[in-house]
């Protein structure tokens, strides 16, 4: 079922005012609908990475609202056997934040951190999916501050902040991709998700990057979810229930990896975690084949083929999408950037699937120039 609709008509007379402010949710003197901050690269977004566990398919989503800008946009990337294909959408936000429809993406919130439903409607791009999606770890707010004790760009800029949670789940439903139709039972795709907050990187492209151009991600994301271990980039999340308090922490991790020599993206290694409890976990990491979802067609760090940003103006009701055979070098090269690595990883004899989601080329010159904590295998 759809979410109610609201007429932006009727909160147009009644601005700042919005349906939520009905609700007894408010933390400030402020209405729901105006955020603290007037930088127009204040967003929140969602993002979601699901799996399977033999290779064959692999699904990344997210989308983002810029109330600042009066934007909202969304896409679904979805590799299935070594070809992906992308959807993206954008439309003016308007004044009902509840609403996560834009274009043929209509994800909905079932039960907030715990339950999400996410659809693609079909279109030319021959994928859709109906999905519902239950996360299966505690998830802790965790809030990222530019240091003040780093010199600024420009100098005399408050620190930048972004918050938000993380975590990882379980889903099932149905997915079509290039007319084929597949099922999955409630569990058989894995996965992990986030919900963040503040101020973006990378928001409006580099026009509004202030101080300069800003990188698309980190260069060393893992998403690893064992039964004994799952790690968040450089957190150890737990199960809900578990007697350990919030989460625990990954002080260090070193790096041996081996990379495509034509395209220098990632294709296997291993990584030594050093975490907080003073145990060391040596991952061993393989990507599988050519199942990557390659994040430039989310937007990270502009659209492989018109250079689109996350928040950049696009017109209103914008649906466009792509098709790329990823089995072809130079393809992978085209579209590499920040890039989910749907890998098999083992860890302590057990051996499970998970994402590695490096930068590259930026991961590749770190391990050749033998960086701390980066090598070459």
Known sequence: MSPPSFNDA?????????????FMVHQTPDPVRVVWS?????????????????????????????????????????????????VRAWRRLGADRTDLHTGPLRHEIV???????????????????????????????????????????????????????????????????????????????????????????????PALQIGGPKKAGWIGGNWISFPHLSIWGNTVLYDYGDA????????HVERRWRFEPETHIFLEGESDYTLDTGEIKRVRFRRLANQTAYMRCGMYGGTPDKQIYHGMEVPDGTVEGDCYD????????????????????????QITTGILQPLEPDAYQACAEGKPGWSLL
């Open 244 to 251: 350990r308090p919030g989460v625990g922490k990954v002080r």
């Open 326 to 349: 990823l089995t072809d070098p130079q393809v992978r090269a085209f579209l590499s950037g920040l890039n989910e690595h749907h890998c098999e990883i083992e860890c302590d004899g």
């Open 38 to 86: 007037t930088d127009p690269r204040f967003f929140e977004r969602y993002w979601c990475v699901l799996h399977d566990n033999t290779g064959e398919l692999m699904i990344a989503l997210g989308g983002s609202f810029y109330p600042n800008l009066d934007r909202a946009e969304a896409y679904a990337i979805v590799t299935h056997r070594g070809k992906q294909r992308s």
């Open 111 to 205: 039960r907030g951190m715990r339950e999400w439903r996410f659809v693609l409607a079909g279109n030319e791009w021959d994928i859709a999916f109906d999905l519902q999606w239950l996360d299966t770890k505690r998830q802790i707010y965790s809030a990222a501050y530019a240091s003040l004790g780093t010199r600024s760009a420009p100098q005399g800029r408050q620190r930048d902040v972004t918050a938000g949670f993380e975590g990882f789940g379980m889903a099932g439903g149905e997915v079509r991709v290039a007319g084929q139709t597949l099922r999955f039972e409630a569990g058989e795709l894995r996965g992990t998700r986030d919900r963040h907050w503040g101020i973006g990187r990378g928001v409006g492209g």
């Open 10 to 22: 009727h909160f147009d007379e009644q601005f700042p005012l919005s349906a939520m402010d009905d």
